[in-house]
C-alpha cells in the first residue's frame, strides 16, 4: 500500500522547535519533489517548502524563512521540516505530498499528488 504518514505535531509554546516526519511506504521517496503544505481552520491549504529529488535544493514561503529546513533522509525514506521560533500563526495542520518537482515562485497543491492524513502543530501559551 502507497501511502505518506506524517507524524510530529505537538502543541508548543511561542518560541519553541518542532520537528515533523514525512515517512513513506510502499514506495521510494527518492524519484519525488515533497511539499509540505499547511491549512488553519477556515483558510485555504498553503505551501510552505518543497525539496527536489535531484539536487535537494529547496523553496521556502516567505512567512518562515530563516526559520523552517526542510531536508531529506534518503536512508530512512523520509523528508523531515524542521521549525524552529515558531508563531502562533504558524498553528495549522501540516500535510506532506508527492510532486514532480518544486515551483519556482508558488507552491499549489494542485500540483502535488499523493498526500499524507497530516499531523496537528498547535503554537499557543
Known amino acids: 500500500q502507497v501511502q505518506l504518514v506524517e507524524s510530529g505535531g505537538h502543541l508548543v509554546q511561542p518560541g519553541g522547535s518542532l520537528r515533523l516526519s514525512c515517512a513513506a511506504s510502499?514506495?521510494?521517496?527518492?524519484?519525488?519533489?515533497i511539499g509540505w503544505f499547511r491549512q488553519a481552520p477556515g483558510k485555504e491549504r498553503e505551501g510552505v517548502s518543497c525539496?527536489?529529488?535531484?539536487?535537494?535544493?529547496?523553496v521556502y514561503v516567505d512567512s518562515v524563512k530563516g526559520r523552517f529546513t526542510i531536508s531529506r533522509d534518503y536512508a530512512k525514506n523520509t523528508v523531515y521540516l524542521q521549525m524552529n521560533s515558531l508563531k502562533p500563526e504558524d498553528t495549522a495542520v501540516y500535510y506532506c505530498?508527492?510532486?514532480?518537482?518544486?515551483?519556482?515562485?508558488?507552491?499549489?497543491?494542485?500540483?502535488?499528488?499523493?498526500w499524507g492524513q497530516g499531523t496537528q502543530v498547535t503554537v499557543s501559551s
Open positions: 525539496i527536489s529529488s535531484s539536487d535537494g535544493s529547496a
Open positions: 510502499g514506495f521510494t521517496l527518492d524519484y519525488y519533489a
Open positions: 505530498a508527492t510532486g514532480e518537482g518544486c515551483p519556482p515562485v508558488e507552491l499549489l497543491p494542485a500540483d502535488f499528488g499523493s
